[in-house]
């Protein structure tokens, strides 16, 4: 088999940039804990309600302006529909499924994951700038999906 | 006296595949149409149809459907043109999957159309389709295997006739994309037949979600591969016959489509890289085989380049780039391909940026990700299977394409071009303002962040309309090359190989590749599966929520 | 001038086939790979941008 010498040369540059990738992303994600959601917690689908803390969904100060936000995903909502952050918290989203499966995104943030029956997941967020902000479902879900959210209004 | 470019039995059979490409086609065409212009916020459907029925028609009718077909009708057409025919084994397990195939389909469209089985072509658990949804995919999967393996016999069969011999590169190509299929399309069948259908009888009353979405994105991914291949077989091994030059590298070729098997299965992560449930070490194993996978197509875009260079320096061409005026882009039959292969320069970007890992966060599940596979699939394969089908049906009929059908193609092909810039353009865009896929039409309760981007929408929605007219143009134009073209004689255009041929035999010692890749799908995935059974929260019982 | 080289190539077959290289020059395609790749490494490096600035 003959290799061209620029087809050398471009195999090789090309895959030196996909390992710089990689290796930007892994340090991005392994030393600095950028990690895409990936909650391993259970939970039993059909006792959501029943079980702590999606039993009763909302914010929990855990800090210093630091707080968990439980919520729970239904067909075609999220519990709580309405949600006063104040400014500048670190929020820790941990959300669970009640049915079928669902997004969770806050558009122009990094806020985005899906939501599956059974499991938890898990995101945080810093929010920095006062404002509303919505909560959309971007898994299709349902003949209503496309009303299903929530509104978060900093202050 | 009818001249065909190939073997009669073997051109009914590949016809026969490509007639109902088409129909399908015409069909999701349609409902594409009306989901860029509900979207757009332009019209509203009547009562008894909603968005998502036609969206799972799209989805399933263009992704599955139109491709599968087309694929097939073409690897067996270009089968029986390098190795003189088919056996008549072969053709008759063409025969039979392309009836399962179709049974499949009709069975599976008309569930969906009834309104019991709005789950997208994903049909993600634990939304709970009508049994006869899932039989009907089922049936289009084994149909397939069934051809598949029509094609594997007519290949052994030419290998014992032929020893010492290398196979002609088409059908080396067109084997490989079958066997990528088999391999990737357990994944599925398993999820479908194990898990879906006994639960929606009824038999078993809950599911292990993760479980089936890791079974189908074992299937997801190489499935998009499977889209592309053939594409990859009409740039390396027919192309360069319409443009006058030769094959680039054919151990090259082949190389990188053995590459494509090894990479393309174990990676499926990346579509769930934004689950819970799976570590997000395991996530990134999946990112890293991913990004190999590129390297294949770093290879094609040199060799297609090549190609191209050599051809344009033997008619004259001067300077750096002088080759690039002297190529035929008057002839549609090398003009759709070409665009499509401009396309895939963004659609293969939009691809690495999607698979890398917390980068995902940004663009997962936003319409971003559908202007990026109308970029792949829904351009760069599907103009390269326009550009096919000028050529191919009259070959297969015995006719002609007439000047005036290449001068409309040219017009449909930008036709296309131009409607999927502005339509992917703004999905692209959206996407990155946060704009939800698969979701009607919708302002949030006129929510200040959704105002925003409305206007977008209706642009997307243009789009569409561009793109229909060249969808329904293309289907009256397979029409008229079937039925009404000129009789006469189209050869079937395969090219040679340039250099005398110095490919390495172990590029063709099945067994090997197929280990090999069964080693790298048990490292990528022998765990997670395992893991996902062992330690599975409780399952969940299915509901129709539509 | 590069199909001379091949023509000549093949009326006199030698026992061993040419390299492409001596056959082609491919500057053209060198340079277009690589702009290709510029496309690619700034298109990633602009996303991977824009992930960092709304974290
Ligand atoms: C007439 C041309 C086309 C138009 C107007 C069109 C339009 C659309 C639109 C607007 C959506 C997204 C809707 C949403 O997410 O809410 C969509 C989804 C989709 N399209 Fe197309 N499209 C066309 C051609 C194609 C082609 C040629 C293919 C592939 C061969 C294709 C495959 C898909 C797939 C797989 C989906 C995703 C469905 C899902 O998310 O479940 N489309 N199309
Ligand atoms: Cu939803
Ligand atoms: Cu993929």
């Given amino acids: 088999m003959h290799l061209h010498k620029y087809e050398k040369i471009w195999l090789s540059l090309g895959g030196l940039a996909l390992i710089a990738f990689l290796v930007v992303l892994g340090v991005n994600a392994f030393a600095m804990g950028s990690h895409p959601p990936s909650h391993m917690a259970y939970v039993d689908p059909t006792k959501v309600d029943q079980t702590a803390p999606f039993d009763k969904p909302g914010l929990v100060q855990i800090g210093d302006n630091e707080y968990d936000l439980n919520m729970t995903a239904f067909v075609f909502g999220y519990g709580p529909a309405q949600i006063e952050i104040p400014k500048g918290a670190k929020v820790h989203f941990n959300v669970t499924s009640k049915d079928v499966a669902h997004g969770f995104s806050i558009p122009g943030t990094n806020v985005n994951m899906m939501v599956l029956p059974g499991h938890v997941n898990s995101v945080t967020h810093t929010f920095d700038q006062a404002g509303e902000f919505l909560i959309l479902c971007n898994e299709y879900c349902g003949v209503a999906h496309h009303m299903m959210m929530s509104n978060i209004v900093v202050k | 006296m009818i001249h065909r470019g190939i073997e009669h039995r073997a051109a009914d059979l590949s016809l026969a595949y490509v007639l109902v490409a088409y129909l399908a086609f015409g069909v999701a065409a349609l409902a594409g149409l009306l989901q860029g212009l509900v979207r757009g916020g332009m019209i509203e459907l009547p009562e008894f149809i909603t968005y998502y029925d036609i969206l799972t028609a799209h989805g399933v009718l263009m992704g599955l459907v139109f491709t599968t077909f087309f694929i097939i009708g073409f690897l067996f057409s270009g089968m029986a043109k390098t190795m003189g025919g088919l056996t008549p084994t072969g053709t008759k397990l063409g025969w039979i999957g392309w009836a399962m195939m179709f049974f499949g389909t009709a069975m599976g469209t008309a569930t969906i159309l009834t309104g019991e089985a709005a789950v997208l072509y994903t049909f993600y658990a634990p939304m709970k389709a009508t049994p006869w949804f899932y039989i009907g995919a089922a049936l289009l999967i084994i149909g397939s295997w069934v051809a598949g393996f029509g094609m594997i016999h007519s290949y052994r069969h030419w290998r014992k006739n032929n020893e010492g011999k290398l196979s002609p590169l088409f059908a080396f190509m067109a084997i490989s994309t079958m066997v990528l299929w088999l391999i990737a399309t357990l994944g599925v069948a398993a999820e479908v037949v194990l898990q879906l259908i006994p639960w929606s009888f009824g ?237 009607a039409f919708t302002t949030y309760l006129d929510h200040v962040q959704a105002l925003k981007w409305i206007s977008y ?43 005398i041929s110095s490919t390495p035999r172990l590029l063709e010692r099945w067994p090997v590749w197929v280990t090999i890749s069964l080693c790298l799908i048990l490292i990528a995935y022998g765990y997670p599966i395992y893991d996902v059974i062992q330690n599975a929260p409780p399952g969940s019982p299915g509901v129709k929520t539509w | 001038m590069a199909r001379e080289a091949l023509s000549k190539q093949e009326t006199a077959p030698k026992t061993k086939p040419h390299p492409p290289e001596e056959e082609s020059s491919l500057r053209g395609t060198f340079v277009s790979v690589l702009i290709l790749g510029a496309l690619i490494v700034g298109s990633w490096a602009a996303a991977f941008w824009l992930y960092l600035s709304r974290g």
């Avoid at chain 2, 073209?485 to 250099?499: D, L, S």
């Fill in chain 2, 203 to 439: 038999w078993t009353d809950k599911i292990n979600v993760v479980l089936s979405r890791m079974l189908f994105w074992f299937f997801g991914h190489p499935l998009v591969y499977f889209w592309l291949m053939p594409a990859y077989v009409a740039w390396y091994a027919v192309l360069p016959k319409i443009i006058g030059g030769k094959v680039f590298s054919d151990s090259l070729a082949r190389l990188a489509f053995v590459l494509l098997i090894l990479f393309s299965i174990p990676v499926g992560f990346h579509h769930q890289l934004m689950d819970p449930g799976i570590s997000s070490a395991w996530k990134y194993v999946h990112v890293v085989l991913t990004l190999a996978v590129v390297l294949p197509s770093l290879m094609t875009a040199f060799s297609m380049f090549a190609v191209f260079e050599n051809r344009g320096r033997a008619m004259g061409a001067k300077g750096l780039f002088g080759w690039f005026a002297k190529l035929p882009w008057k002839d549609v039959r090398f003009f759709a391909p070409m665009l499509g292969m401009l396309f895939f320069i963004p659609a293969g970007i939009g691809g690495i940026i999607n698979a890398s890992n917390q980068m995902n966060q940004v663009v997962h599940n936003t319409i971003w990700v559908t202007g990026h596979f109308h970029l792949t699939v829904g351009t760069s394969v599907t103009l390269t299977f326009f550009g096919i089908t000028y050529w191919l049906i009259p070959t297969l009929t015995g006719r002609e394409m007439s000047k005036r059908i290449n001068a409309l193609g040219i017009i449909q092909t930008l036709t296309w071009a131009i409607g999927m810039l502005i339509m992917s353009g703004s999905m692209h865009f959206m996407g990155l303002l946060g704009v939800p896929r698969r979701t």
């Fill in chain 2, 457 to 499: 929408q209706k642009l997307m929605a243009i789009g569409g309309v561009f793109l229909f007219i060249a969808a329904a143009l293309m289907v009256g134009i397979v029409l008229y090359l079937w039925l009404f073209a000129k009789k006469g004689v189209t050869e079937y255009p395969i090219a040679e190989n340039e250099t």
